[in-house]
């Protein structure tokens, strides 16, 4: 016994004759047919050039191609596919690695260029720069002597120096005191300071005048550097009790730099 069935879209596109006494057989003829006089129609539309949309033939001559997805769209390269992350959280791990690279730019940008000298703080020699090391070794040596010479401590030597010019060899002040000790004009005269410049002439002068005002004072450290600063005939003057600020304030700032007890 044959089953009616209905019939299927191979039916319609390619008709044939169907099994005879089939219930099918006037059925798939006749509407098959009409289904072929439609395709004929709408051939006919398109060759005269009527509008028309997509029409079932359009349909099966095009090739249907599947969506990109996200994992094809991830592959770049001879496929000409853009790279792109598979979801947002790849999509989230992209965009800090990129802005984590920005900001190493940036700051790489902004680095200071390194130089030898500026790996380590530059060392300091009797209150000068390593670069006057020379200078510095020529202090210490002529400090050392004039120690030896005039029975004095190095370190009260480098005390007056340090209060007086901060070992700057060249220094002039104000009043026209001259070099490391500064020395005035007519006092360099009297000690026999032909150079005041010179630091091994400044400081054996210095230091001997410095030994005078001790021996003035019978040994009084106190009398004998405001003897230094404001002269002998000050101290006498006032009786030791001189009153001027700076002079008062010099001896204290040599007491302190050289570790010298009045």
Known sequence: MAVERPLSIRDYLEPRQAAAGSRLSGTVTNKSSLFQDVLKNEKGKDAQGQAAGLTISDYLKRRVSAKPTARTLSRAGSEGYVAAPANSVELKKVS?????????????????????????????????????????????????????????????????????????????????AQGLMQLMPETAGELGVTRPFDIQQNIDGGSRYLRQMLDRFGGNLKLALAAYNAGPGAVEKYEGRVPYAETQEYVKRVLRYSGEKA
């Open 96 to 176: 800090a690695v990129a802005r984590q690279g920005r900001v190493e730019k940036l700051k790489e940008a902004e680095a200071p260029q390194s130089s030898p000298r500026s790996t380590q703080a530059p060392r300091r020699v009797f209150g000068r720069l390593a670069s006057d090391n020379a200078a510095g070794e020529e202090i210490e040596r002529s400090i050392q002597k004039a120690a030896v010479r005039y029975n004095l401590s190095p370190d009260l030597i480098r005390g007056v120096i340090r209060a007086e010019s901060n070992f700057q060899a060249q220094a002039v002040s104000s009043a026209g």
